[in-house]
């Protein structure tokens, strides 16, 4: 009997160790925000360790001192942030250390996009109206200098007015050329691709995708299949689910509200994204501080799922971690990033695991 005891201890022992062998690894996830006059005490991005398994985050250390940067975007080569300021940047950095900053061609930059091959970069200038396209080496990540830059005309389509152009969101649907341009201030969506006729030149093509005045498109995503976009309107807090053409047009199929019928407060919606099984879109709401879940039907029309509380106050992003089941928000105006948990049918849950975090706009994790 004490052998057999001793046996089933051994056993115990070798299966804990095991299971400790099986802890996931914690993730660095990068953190961007406002700083100088309007956040003071931030200095830069900053790190958190994000623990998988428990979601607890680490206190936030800076990674490098920096402007206003408000978007990321984290590649092999290094990290990109924008300056969202008055001249508006854009820094390239390695390790921690600034080695390149170049002009972003317009005020207030909001928006980075690096398309497949790793080619090209494009950046959008919210105050200034326009994009900027970079050539960028896929190997060290170093931009060129001069990219080619529109900016958009301060009158609306078909004579609608509006007070002035605000590109907000620039990108690539999944294996197609034109490149997409968001623009809020002008309600609409317009179409671009490589110029046969001058190297480094983007013309126009197609037709626009013209939303309700005052609509004010913000960002959207696209389906993996390359047929469908879902598009955030931040002004009327809606969500428009759109198909893609053979050429790359944009025809409107539904639009939802991204609130609740009876709310009658200020909101305005900010960040959307797509789950990796493409079943689920989720949407935030700043002012109703809500994450919005919403599910997808197999012919891609969409149906409001659930409202989930952010647990504080301007939920401008927020970042997915599937492989956590966890979904991170970033409220900007009550200074926390907070974790919610992602059931297996998409839904969000509390899981109150939160961080003190300066006015945080942006998550992204390391590669």
Same mark, same amino acid.
């Given at each position: 009997?004490?052998?057999?005891?001793? /046996? !089933?201890?051994?056993?115990?022992?070798?299966?804990?160790? &095991? $299971?400790?062998?099986?802890?996931?690894?914690?993730?660095t996830l990068y953190v961007g925000g406002y700083?100088?006059?309007?956040?003071?005490?931030?200095?830069?991005?900053?790190?958190?360790?994000?623990?998988?398994?428990?979601?607890?985050?680490?206190?936030?250390?800076?990674?490098?001192?920096?402007? $206003?940067?408000?978007?990321?975007?984290?590649?092999?080569?290094?990290?990109?942030?924008?300056?969202?300021?008055?001249?508006?940047?854009?820094?390239?950095?390695?390790?921690?250390?600034?080695?390149?900053?170049?002009?972003?061609?317009?005020?207030?930059?909001?928006?980075?996009?690096?398309?497949?091959? &790793?080619?090209?970069?494009? /950046? $959008? =200038?919210?105050?200034?109206?326009?994009?900027?396209?970079?050539?960028?080496?896929?190997?060290?990540?170093?931009?060129?200098?001069?990219?080619?830059?529109? !900016?958009?005309?301060?009158?609306?389509?078909?004579?609608?007015?509006?007070?002035?152009?605000?590109?907000h969101w620039a990108g690539w649907a999944p294996?197609?050329?034109?490149?997409?341009?968001?623009?809020?201030?002008?309600?609409?969506?317009?179409?671009?691709?490589?110029?046969?006729?001058?190297?480094?030149?983007?013309?126009?093509?197609?037709?626009?995708?013209?939303?309700?005045?005052?609509? &004010?498109?913000?960002?959207?995503?696209?389906?993996?299949?390359?047929?469908?976009?879902?598009?955030?309107?931040e002004l009327n807090n809606t969500l428009t689910?759109?198909?893609?053409?053979?050429?790359?047009? !944009?025809?409107?199929?539904?639009?939802?509200?991204?609130?609740?019928?009876?709310?009658?407060?200020?909101?305005?919606?900010?960040?959307?994204?797509?789950?990796? =099984? $493409?079943? %689920?879109?989720?949407?935030?709401?700043?002012?109703? =501080?809500?994450?919005?879940?919403?599910?997808?039907?197999?012919?891609?029309?969409?149906?409001?799922?659930?409202?989930? %509380?952010?647990?504080?106050?301007?939920?401008?992003?927020?970042?997915?971690?599937?492989?956590?089941?966890?979904? !991170?928000?970033?409220?900007?105006?009550?200074?926390?990033? /907070?974790?919610?948990?992602?059931?297996? %049918?998409?839904?969000?849950?509390?899981?109150?695991?939160?961080?003190?975090?300066?006015?945080?706009?942006?998550?992204?994790?390391?590669?």
């Open positions: 009997m004490a052998i057999r005891i001793a /046996v !089933l201890l051994l056993v115990g022992s070798l299966a804990a160790c &095991g $299971s400790g062998n099986q802890q996931q690894a914690l993730q700083t100088a006059e309007k956040v003071p005490t931030n200095e830069g991005v900053y790190t958190v360790q994000f623990d998988p398994g428990t979601r607890e985050m680490s206190q936030p250390v800076l990674y490098t001192a920096t402007t $206003s940067p408000s978007w990321l975007a984290v590649t092999e080569q290094g990290l990109y942030a924008v300056e969202e300021s008055g001249a508006g940047a854009i820094h390239f950095f390695k390790d921690g250390k600034r080695v390149q900053t170049l002009p972003s061609e317009g005020a207030a930059p909001c928006h980075i996009a690096i398309n497949d091959d &790793g080619k090209t970069l494009v /950046v $959008s =200038n919210y105050t200034g109206g326009s994009f900027a396209v970079f050539n960028r080496d896929p190997s060290s990540g170093l931009l060129e200098e001069n990219p080619f830059t529109i !900016l958009h005309s301060s009158k609306g389509p078909n004579a609608r007015q509006v007070t002035k152009p605000h590109v294996g197609k050329d034109p490149l997409y341009i968001v623009d809020l201030g002008l309600d609409s969506i317009t179409t671009y691709t490589k110029s046969r006729n001058e190297a480094g030149h983007f013309d126009r093509v197609g037709s626009q995708l013209l939303l309700p005045v005052g609509a &004010g498109p913000r960002q959207m995503v696209f389906h993996p299949n390359g047929k469908r976009a879902y598009i955030l309107n689910y759109a198909e893609l053409e053979s050429n790359g047009d !944009l025809i409107e199929q539904q639009t939802i509200s991204t609130l609740p019928a009876d709310f009658k407060d200020h909101s305005q919606a900010a960040h959307i994204a797509l789950s990796a =099984n $493409s079943k %689920n879109v989720y949407v935030s709401n700043r002012g109703h =501080n809500s994450i919005a879940h919403i599910q997808l039907a197999d012919d891609g029309k969409m149906a409001m799922n659930q409202w989930q %509380n952010t647990q504080g106050d301007w939920p401008r992003f927020f970042l997915l971690l599937e492989d956590a089941s966890t979904l !991170l928000v970033a409220n900007q105006k009550s200074n926390s990033l /907070v974790a919610l948990a992602i059931a297996k %049918n998409g839904s969000l849950s509390e899981t109150g695991q939160t961080l003190a975090v300066n006015a945080p706009t942006f998550i992204a994790p390391s590669l």
